[in-house]
């Protein structure tokens, strides 16, 4: 193992035609940490870890690893390895020589090769099936003999593209877990791109929240989560996502959805001013009186706990709770969120309010 990189990316820019992709992309990876990429579909995250591979060029900025500029240097002198969403494995070959073949491309001694694949299939738990072709795997020994083939090499920088997409929702829960773990036991940075957010929050060490283009926020899955940075990434990041209501501060009063509450203005800015309120599903509660007024559509009931379809103001919103005696779909009930769980945001740019 040559160590783990750092990676810097400096006013990254990338064009598709007149199409541009990035927009200036600025962003600290820091060795040994797991990174997600997390966006919706199209929102230059592939892109960033692309240029990072070298399998995109950059039309503007640079990129650095260890403080050596690679913006020009060709995938081969990255000391990086790839693992696709598809694989890319070798149909032809067994997994062994799936493995091996990096090495053998580099020169590599067979004795030394050998040991090498060894180490690597154990360590993901497939030494009993290299001498199988792709074709004769599951899914997800399918997605182990890639992660072999990128591990044999002992690079710097691990580079994950979805490699988890192919796979059920069992096994993914599973791989994901064990990925962490392998990534912890080599020491070795990673940066997992996916549009998963669940993925993202609970793989990683901070998630950098691309929306067209541009880095929307990058922290810590707690810090993201908590104090999202727009209305934007608040509507993005939660299963279900947050709330957003149209709501007014007055004077240091503020109504939501029309509904004064006054305990939830406590310590805001006094100035006068339309606003966005931001409520997470798990942080609103049922009331007898007070509180916003709203019509259950329908309850998604999961046994442990249940999901309700609110409408409130003629607007749709979602509520968790562990009750085990679940309104009637009709029923007319009264919310209020809990004290301090109100998130402000500006309504002419999205960007969140201090309190």
Known sequence: MSGSARVRIEAAVKRHGKTTVLHGIDLEVKPGEFFAFLGPSGSGKTTTLRLLAGLETLDGGRVFLDDVDVS?????ARDVAMVF???????HMTVRDNIAFPLRMTGEKAPAIERAVL???????????????????SGGQQQRCALARAIVRKPRLFLLDEPLSNLDAKLRLETRAELRRLQRSLGVTAIYVTHDQEEAMTIADRIAIFMDGRLAQVGTPHDIFNQPASAQVAAFIGSPPMNLFPARLENGALSVAGTPLPEAAAGRSSMSQS????????????CAEGGMPAEVEFVEDFGDSAIVNLSVAGQRAKMRTDRRDLPAEGARVRIVPRPGSIH???????RRLAS
């Open 85 to 91: 969403q598809s694989y890319a494995l070798y149909p």
């Open 344 to 350: 402000l945001f500006s309504q002419s740019d999205g």
């Open 275 to 286: 606003v966005t309120a931001g409520v997470r599903p798990g942080d609103l509660e049922w």
């Open 72 to 76: 020009h240097a060709e995938p081969g």
């Open 119 to 137: 180490e690597a299939a154990r360590r993901v738990d497939i030494a009993h099936l290299l001498e199988r072709r792709p074709g004769q795997l």
